[in-house]
C-alpha cells in the first residue's frame, strides 16, 4: 500500500520579513507623498484665493511660508526619519492605524478654511485689518455663523492632522500647543479691532463661539 503524504509548502523565513518590509516601505512612502500634497496643495491654494479676493496685497507672503513655519515641518520631517529608523515596525504600524484619521483631519480642515475664505469673499485678507475697508463687512453666514473665524479653526485642524499623516506624537502636540497659543493672541488682536469697526461685533461674538477654549 503506497501512502502519500500532503507536502506543506513553507515560504522561508526570510520571505515573510522581505514582505513586511515591502509593507512597511509602501506606507511610510505613501505618508510621505499624502504630507506633500497636502502642503502644496494648501500653500498654492492660499495664494489662489488671496489672487481671487486681495489682490491689491498679493505677494511673496501670500504662500503663508514664513522661516518658523518652514523650521517647524523641517523638523517634522526629522521626527518621521528618526522614529522609522529606530522603532521601524512599530512606527508602520502607528502610521496604519492614524493614517486615515490623519488624512479626514486634513481634508476637514483645509475645506474649512477654504469655505470661510470664499464665503468672506471681498472681506477676506491674510494681513489683520486695523482699519475699515469699503469691501469690509462682518461675515455672520455660512461657516461664521458656526464660528467666529473658521479660517483659523480650518487652519489649526489641518497642521495638526499633518502630524497624524505622518504618525509623529511630538510634533502633533507641539503643533497643537504653538498653533493655539499663536491663534489665541492674534484672535484677541483682532477682535479689538473688530469690535472697534464693527458694533455689531459684540452681539454676534456673544452668540458664535470661536471653539478655541478661553477665547
Known amino acids: 500500500a503506497l501512502r502519500l503524504r500532503s507536502l506543506s509548502i513553507r515560504p522561508p523565513p526570510d520571505a515573510n520579513r522581505t514582505e513586511t518590509m515591502r509593507l512597511s516601505s509602501d506606507v511610510t512612502v505613501l505618508a510621505l507623498r499624502t504630507f506633500y500634497i497636502f502642503l ?4 498654492l491654494s492660499e ?19 514664513s522661516k518658523p513655519y518652514c523650521v517647524a515641518m523641517t523638523l517634522a520631517l526629522v521626527e518621521f526619519k528618526t522614529e522609522l529608523a529606530v522603532f521601524g515596525e512599530a512606527k508602520t504600524r502607528a502610521l496604519e492605524r492614524c493614517f486615515a484619521v490623519g488624512v479626514f483631519v486634513c481634508v476637514f480642515g483645509e475645506w474649512l478654511r477654504k ?7 471681498g472681506a477676506f485678507t491674510h494681513v ?3 482699519y475699515r475697508r469699503p469691501r469690509h463687512v462682518l461675515v455672520v ?6 464660528a467666529r473665524h473658521p479660517g483659523y479653526l480650518g487652519w489649526f485642524a489641518w497642521v495638526v492632522g499633518t502630524q497624524v499623516v505622518l504618525g509623529n506624537p511630538a510634533c502633533a ?39 478655541f477654549p478661553k477665547v
Do not use: C, K
Request: aromatic share 24%; proline share 4%; net charge positive.
Open 40 to 43: 502644496a496643495h494648501f500653500h
Open 115 to 121: 469655505y470661510a475664505m470664499i464665503t468672506a469673499g
Open 47 to 65: 495664494f489662489a484665493l488671496a489672487v481671487r479676493y486681495d489682490r491689491g496685497n498679493v505677494g511673496w507672503r501670500s504662500f503663508l511660508i
Open 173 to 211: 502636540f507641539g503643533f497643537a500647543v504653538v498653533s493655539y497659543r499663536y491663534f489665541v493672541r492674534r484672535i484677541a488682536y483682532e477682535e479689538a479691532h473688530l469690535r472697534r469697526m464693527f458694533p455689531d461685533y459684540d452681539a454676534y461674538a456673544a452668540r458664535t463661539p470661536s471653539w
Open 128 to 130: 489683520i485689518q486695523t
Open 141 to 146: 453666514d455660512g461657516p461664521y455663523a458656526y
